[in-house]
């Protein structure tokens, strides 16, 4: 894809030691991965990228904020993101990605692509259930949270200490019993 393009980094020109590459990531970015769960999104993401002798070493830094809906209210809010990844990149004969914090290359590679790496530390940096905080706080006011509140199962009456309260159903069941 001529997009992710820009996140290829040719790695046979640099030179050793450290090297920080810097990427703005927004909605564009994720719908390249058929991403769709975000309003908006405003993402910095930063690899240090240590080029060593017979190895790298990739650190991922992810920060910034997107516009989700609340799993309970529905209402969008910005979420704070804030996430890292560290991958370790060898050489070998084919190339393998099973281990997650090992990637091998073969041999005569000269690039490498990290759009994958940035997408995966984005999403895994969401939580799985999005409250607003507000929800949280107390002081979202929405016709949700009301239905929500009105819908809710009450109380039942206090009994007095020591006193079973019977289902009034059992009552009847007892009465099998006695008519034997």
């Known amino acids: 894809m001529k997009a992710l393009k820009d996140y290829t980094i040719p790695f046979v ?73 560290q991958i370790i990149v060898k050489f070998g004969d084919i190339y393998n990605d099973e281990n997650e914090e090992l990637l091998i290359l073969p041999h005569g590679e000269y690039e490498i692509n990290i759009a994958q790496y940035i997408y995966e530390c984005i999403v895994l940096s969401i939580p799985s259930k999005k409250v607003h905080p507000g929800v949280e706080d107390g002081t979202l006011k929405s016709d949700i949270l009301d239905r929500l509140e009105s819908l809710a199962p009450r109380e039942k009456k206090e009994h007095n200490e020591g006193e079973d309260i019977i289902d009034p159903r059992w009552n009847k069941l007892k009465n099998l019993l006695k008519d034997k």
Not at 56 to 78: H, K, M, P, S
């Open 13 to 85: 020109g640099l030179k050793q030691g450290n090297h920080r590459f810097e990427y703005k990531i927004s909605n564009d970015f994720l719908a390249l991965f058929d991403f769709e769960e975000f309003n908006s999104s405003s993402i910095l993401a930063i690899l240090n990228f240590n080029k060593k002798g017979t190895h790298f070493e990739l650190d991922f830094f992810i920060e910034g904020q997107v516009n989700v809906d609340c799993d309970v209210t529905t209402e969008a809010f910005d979420l704070s993101v804030n996430n890292t990844l």
